[in-house]
């Protein structure tokens, strides 16, 4: 649903030095204008991370329709890349929701390959309701993610997702919920 702005764009704002990351409705061109940043791009140029700990806080957004998530992908090769979300949450749809997977994507040369995934939920309280940190522990034999740095989920780590990886925060809308959406801001 909708595309990511580019800076500047009223989606990112500074408020008491946070920053504050939105979705809004471009009803003038009947889509949603979501916000991401991200220590690289698909082909690698930038901060990427391979044994590593990443970590942020923030206020979730509680509103219908939202999808804040903080994630890390592999380079986009012809083999295919990695995904591992360390939180993906569904605002009101599911708000007592964590739920974090490792996925590894099929390239355009991968014959014979599917997509393959190992997923994990835990149900918590309402993550709306105020301020948590979020966190992944990637060593090489597992990827361990945290919540208020308390380790709520440990999948093994397969050796396509041994690779370097480069961290995105997004807030967009989900595709799955029913209409009317709601504008969603993550501090």
């Known amino acids: 649903i909708g595309h990511y ?3 500047p764009d ?6 008491d030095d946070r920053l504050v990351m939105a979705t809004r409705n471009d009803t003038a ?4 204008i979501c916000s991401t940043i991200q220590s690289a791009n698909s082909k690698g140029d930038g901060v990427l991370c391979q044994n590593c700990y990443v970590e942020f806080k923030a206020l979730m957004p509680g509103t219908h329709g939202c999808w804040p998530a903080l994630w890390l992908l592999s380079e986009h090769t012809d083999a295919g890349h990695s995904e591992i979300d360390v939180i993906e949450y569904y605002g009101s749809s599911d708000p007592n929701g964590h739920h974090h997977t490792i996925h590894i994507w099929p390239g355009p040369q991968s ?3 599917t997509h393959l995934f190992n997923s994990d ?5 309402v993550l709306s309701e105020g301020w948590h ?14 919540l ?3 380790e709520m989920a ?6 396509p997702n041994q690779v370097p990886h480069y961290v995105i925060m997004d807030v967009t809308m989900n595709p799955k919920d029913t209409p009317p959406l709601q504008e969603a801001y993550m501090e």
Do not use: C, F
């Open 5 to 7: 702005a580019r800076v």
């Open 10 to 15: 009223p989606v990112y704002t500074l408020e």
């Open 29 to 32: 061109n009947h889509e949603w």
């Open 111 to 113: 014959k014979n390959q």
């Open 121 to 125: 939920y835990t149900k918590v309280p």
């Open 133 to 146: 940190t979020y966190g992944a522990l990637l060593s090489p034999s597992w990827v361990i993610m945290y």
């Open 148 to 150: 208020d740095r308390l």
């Open 154 to 159: 440990r999948i093994e780590r397969a050796a």
